[in-house]
């Protein structure tokens, strides 16, 4: 199982609570059926400093979800595609959409909002924190009294 979520655009504003627009294509090596949804707006979802939609492998697995228990796609590979301008989307929908219509080899299959739509993910902030011991540290103050070498 692959999941993946790719950003088109980089985001404007550093993170926060915004607006994004995301589509979903799922694909199997063993199977010739590929899905695709439509675009899809998700009116709050947070977006990190750094431009990535967060919650995004969560995103994946409802689709993935999805193609497996309702379509029955065995070993199914999904990803978002999302971004913070409705336009940067349309094209790498028209992109993808085009891509795998010209591919004789696969039938493509869109799911419409009737059929398939993203819930929204709960973001929670992550609090990290180091330990350091004052073993780890006095080291750390050897080294770099040192020039970094052992």
């Known amino acids: 199982m692959v999941l993946t979520a790719l950003n088109v655009s980089a985001a404007k504003k550093k993170g926060g609570m915004q607006k ?7 694909s199997s090596f063993t199977d010739s059926l590929a899905y695709m949804t439509d675009i899809q707006t998700l009116d709050a979802s947070y977006v990190t400093s750094s431009g990535l939609l967060a919650e995004r492998t ?6 993935y979800g999805f193609v497996s228990e309702q379509r029955g796609m065995q070993n199914p590979t999904s990803a978002v595609f999302y971004a913070l301008k409705a336009s940067k989307i349309a094209k790498k929908h028209q992109k993808v959409k085009k891509l795998y219509m010209q591919d ?3 039938r493509l299959v869109m799911l419409t909002d009737d059929e ?3 819930m929204p993910e709960e973001h929670e902030e992550e609090e990290v ?3 350091v011991t004052e073993e780890k540290a006095g080291k750390k103050a050897k ?4 020039g970094g070498k052992k």
């Not at 994004?20 to 799922?26: I, L, N």
């Open 116 to 118: 398939f739509i993203f």
């Open 129 to 131: 924190t180091t330990e």
């Open 143 to 146: 080294k770099s009294k040192r």
């Open 58 to 63: 969560l995103y994946s697995l409802q689709l």
């Open 104 to 106: 004789t080899n696969v």
């Open 20 to 26: 994004v627009y995301v589509f979903g294509f799922v």
